[in-house]
């Protein structure tokens, strides 16, 4: 059999080079009459294709079935939230108080007086509330983003439920005062805090 030549005649089947066997390499090199294009070039696809279609030897197939997956904030609202009014605030506390929410309760009027970030929040201490066996009145916390003091009023809204969560809940100064339900030495998680503001 004499060796196979180069030279590529445009009247044979465009699907004559792949028949044969020969590499991408040895495709590429051929000679033809008009030039490839850029997706003939692929490496992953043979130029002249199988019976004249473009194939992909690797990678996903159209014919692959991929089950629709829904955005992450589908039905979320992302972005600034707007602050709460004080119609919504009493509902949620009577909320909280109905369903005997005791922590949530005193978690959600204390974030309420502090405006302090979520990571600020769930490493409250003990101590930073409590002096003497009383609740302070105001307390002060070092924020973890600016790494500067600031200083906040507990009204007596947040002072009656900090007071009657600290007595269910126990512990010594040096405890969080919102310990984690996995790890009581540890605070409360700020994916925690967040599923419950959401």
Known sequence: MPPFSAEVNPEEPANHACAVGMSVAAIRSLKVDRPLSGNQLDSGVAPFGYFG??????????????????A????????????????????????????????????????????????????????????????????????????????????????GSLLAWLERRGGSIEDFAFPSRVDHSAHMSTRQYARLVD
């Open 53 to 70: 279609q473009r194939r992909t030897i690797m990678g996903k197939s159209e014919f692959d079935y991929l089950p629709p997956r829904p």
């Open 72 to 159: 992450w904030n589908a039905g979320r609202k992302v972005g600034t939230k707007k602050p709460l009014k004080p119609r919504q605030i009493w509902a949620i506390r009577f909320h909280l108080d109905r369903e005997h929410r005791l922590r949530d309760r005193a978690l959600f009027d204390f974030a309420i007086d502090s405006k302090l970030r979520g990571c600020d929040l769930v490493k409250i201490k003990i101590g930073d509330l409590v002096v003497g066996g009383e609740l302070r009145t105001r307390a002060m916390v070092i924020r973890q983003k600016t790494n500067r003091p600031v200083q906040f009023e507990i009204m007596t809204d947040a002072r």
